[in-house]
C-alpha cells in the first residue's frame, strides 16, 4: 500500500521539516510505502536524495496565502500522486510521538481529526463561518463537529474529490472578495457536512504544552511561538504594538486554558 503525504515548507517553515520526516518514517504506518510530497520555495532540503521524498516549487503566497490556497496547490500537483491508495496532509509544526496504524484508514471516508479548543463547546458555540455569502457558511441551526484543518486524509479518489471541490469553493469566495473566518479549515468544516468521515480524537493533533488533555499525544502540533510565532514564520511587517498584542493574547489563551 502507497500512503502520499502532503506537506507545505514554504519560508521558515522549512525548520520543521527535519523532525517531521523522521518521527514519520518512525511512527506513520511504519510498514506501509510512503512519499512525502514537499510543497516548498527552498531550493534544497534534507532527505530530498530519499527515494520516497519528492520536492516541488511553490512560490511563496505569503500570508494567508500560503493556508487559504492550500488546496490549490494540491491540485497543481495531482498528476504527481494520482498513484497513491491514500493521500494525507499535515501541518507543517506537527511531530508524531506515538504509532499510527492502519486502524484509522478507511476505503469511503475522509480522515479527519476533532478540534482540541472547541471539544467542549456545543455547535452553536463552533467558530464556524457564518457569513450566508460565503461556500464556508454553516447556518447557526447546522453542524455536530468542529475539526482541524492541520490533518486529514482518505483514499485518493476520495481525497482528490475533497481537494478539487475545496478548490473551486475557495476560488467563487475569493473572486467575489470573501476570505473564509478561518480559511482552509472553515472550507473543511463545511465539506464535512456532507460528506462521510471518520473523526480521530484530538490527541492526534495535541498542541504542545497542553498538559490536561484527556488524550495522549499521538501527534505533537509544535508550538510556533517557541520558533518565532506565526508573525516571524509568515514574514508579515508587523508593528511592535501589533506583535505585543499577538504575544499577550497567546499568553491570555494559555493560562486560560490551564
Known amino acids: 500500500m502507497k500512503i502520499g503525504i502532503l506537506y507545505i515548507a514554504i519560508g521558515d517553515y522549512v525548520m520543521f521539516w527535519d523532525k517531521f520526516y523522521s518521527s514519520a518514517e518512525k511512527y506513520f504506518l511504519p510498514n506501509e510505502e510512503k512519499h512525502y510530497y514537499v510543497f516548498t520555495d527552498a531550493k534544497n532540503i534534507n532527505y530530498e536524495k530519499s527515494s520516497n521524498v519528492h520536492r516541488l516549487y511553490q512560490k511563496d503566497l505569503g500570508w494567508p496565502g500560503n493556508t487559504l490556497f492550500r ?44 478540534h482540541f479548543g472547541y471539544r467542549l463547546l456545543s455547535p452553536q458555540e463552533f467558530p464556524y463561518d457564518r457569513n450566508p455569502e460565503s461556500h464556508a457558511y454553516i447556518p447557526f441551526d447546522r453542524g455536530k463537529d468542529y475539526v482541524c484543518g492541520g490533518f486529514n486524509g482518505g483514499k485518493t479518489d476520495v481525497y482528490i474529490s ?65 520558533y518565532g510565532g506565526r508573525i516571524f514564520l509568515s514574514k508579515k ?10 504575544y499577550l493574547r497567546y499568553l491570555y489563551n494559555m493560562l486560560r486554558k490551564h
Do not use: T
Not at 511587517?237 to 499577538?246: D, H, P, T, V
Open 237 to 246: 511587517g508587523y508593528s511592535w504594538k501589533e506583535i505585543c498584542k499577538y
Open 162 to 226: 475533497m481537494i478539487l471541490e475545496l478548490q473551486k469553493a475557495i476560488e467563487d469566495d475569493y473572486v467575489q472578495g470573501i476570505v473564509a473566518k478561518w480559511h482552509d479549515e472553515s472550507h473543511i468544516n463545511k465539506y464535512i457536512l456532507s460528506h462521510p468521515y471518520i473523526m480521530l480524537h484530538p490527541g492526534y493533533v495535541h498542541p504542545q504544552g497542553w498538559y490536561r488533555l484527556p488524550y495522549p499525544c499521538i501527534v505533537l502540533l509544535r508550538d510556533k511561538v517557541i
Open 71 to 114: 488546496y490549490h496547490i494540491f491540485a497543481k500537483h495531482i498528476y504527481a500522486y494520482r498513484d497513491m491508495d491514500y493521500l494525507f496532509f499535515f501541518n507543517a509544526n506537527l511531530e508524531f510521538k506515538e504509532f499510527v496504524s492502519r486502524d484509522i484508514l478507511s476505503e469511503d471516508k475522509l480522515i479527519v481529526v476533532q
